[in-house]
């Protein structure tokens, strides 16, 4: 089971970037074999249609498509801004929708936030959740918000709150548990197993494009 986990934060001292980086750490002991990226590693501009048409995926974009499809699953730290999904995390979804086979489809995701407010950025997960579904991804049910996360980490690295650090393993137990009975049956399973007959059905009903999505490269 690999994993690609990143913070969807380009800021030095990201608060994402220590949670996720909690979460890699945890998604380890569970068994998987995480790829942990810093999301500077794929800078891309502004998704501009005309570029596409011209140039296709720039390099930062195909990078992340390489890491993206080098994984069953996904492990993403997003930062809620305006009560939404961070900008650069969009762009780069939106990047990425345009290759084919979709690179999301049928890859296993589980959404972090961390924030100085109160909610954790909760509400920005909500949102996230939609444009990586809408690209056929299968985001886990439980999203894990840190609230007050200025204060949440311990010198260590380690959330200073018990039952915070216990719900942050129990739901990547799960996470990786899922992910792991998942992956056979999606394209992201490499090699012949015995759930490849089901994979083609599941594939055509996770669309590699709808009709409200044009047709994409490759
Ligand atoms: C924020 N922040 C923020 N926080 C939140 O909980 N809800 C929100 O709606 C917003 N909106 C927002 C907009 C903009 C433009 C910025 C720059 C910030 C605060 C944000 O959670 C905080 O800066 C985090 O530290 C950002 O994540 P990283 O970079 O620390 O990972």
């Given at each position: 089971m690999k994993l690609l986990a990143f913070a969807a934060s380009l800021r030095s001292g990201s608060l994402n970037q220590k949670l996720v980086a909690l979460a890699a750490g945890l998604a380890r002991e569970e068994g998987a074999q995480v790829d942990l990226a810093d999301f500077r590693e794929f800078a891309m501009p502004i998704y501009d249609g005309d570029e596409d048409a011209a140039n296709g995926l720039p390099p930062g974009a195909l990078d992340l498509k390489r890491r993206v499809e080098a994984a069953d699953g996904l492990l993403i730290a997003a930062p809620e801004y305006n009560y939404s999904v961070s900008g650069a995390l969009k762009n780069a979804i939106d990047w990425l929708s345009r290759a084919r086979p979709m690179p999301w489809r049928g890859r296993s995701v589980y959404l972090l936030s961390a924030s100085p407010s109160p909610m954790g950025g909760i509400r920005?997960?909500?949102?996230t959740r939609i444009p990586l579904e809408g690209c056929g991804a299968l985001v886990f049910p439980d999203m894990f918000a840190l609230p007050h996360a200025k204060e949440a980490f311990g010198e260590d690295g380690q959330l200073r709150d018990p039952g915070q650090r216990e719900?942050?393993?129990?739901e990547l137990a799960g996470f990786v548990r899922l992910a792991e009975a998942v992956a056979p049956l999606c394209a992201t399973a490499?090699?012949?197993g015995p759930a490849a007959p089901l994979r083609p059905q599941l594939m055509t009903a996770l669309e590699s494009e709808t009709e409200l999505q044009p047709p994409g490269h490759g």
């Amino acid at each position: 089971m690999k994993l690609l986990a990143f913070a969807a934060s380009l800021r030095s001292g990201s608060l994402n970037q220590k949670l996720v980086a909690l979460a890699a750490g945890l998604a380890r002991e569970e068994g998987a074999q995480v790829d942990l990226a810093d999301f500077r590693e794929f800078a891309m501009p502004i998704y501009d249609g005309d570029e596409d048409a011209a140039n296709g995926l720039p390099p930062g974009a195909l990078d992340l498509k390489r890491r993206v499809e080098a994984a069953d699953g996904l492990l993403i730290a997003a930062p809620e801004y305006n009560y939404s999904v961070s900008g650069a995390l969009k762009n780069a979804i939106d990047w990425l929708s345009r290759a084919r086979p979709m690179p999301w489809r049928g890859r296993s995701v589980y959404l972090l936030s961390a924030s100085p407010s109160p909610m954790g950025g909760i509400r920005g997960l909500w949102q996230t959740r939609i444009p990586l579904e809408g690209c056929g991804a299968l985001v886990f049910p439980d999203m894990f918000a840190l609230p007050h996360a200025k204060e949440a980490f311990g010198e260590d690295g380690q959330l200073r709150d018990p039952g915070q650090r216990e719900r942050l393993r129990r739901e990547l137990a799960g996470f990786v548990r899922l992910a792991e009975a998942v992956a056979p049956l999606c394209a992201t399973a490499r090699g012949p197993g015995p759930a490849a007959p089901l994979r083609p059905q599941l594939m055509t009903a996770l669309e590699s494009e709808t009709e409200l999505q044009p047709p994409g490269h490759g």
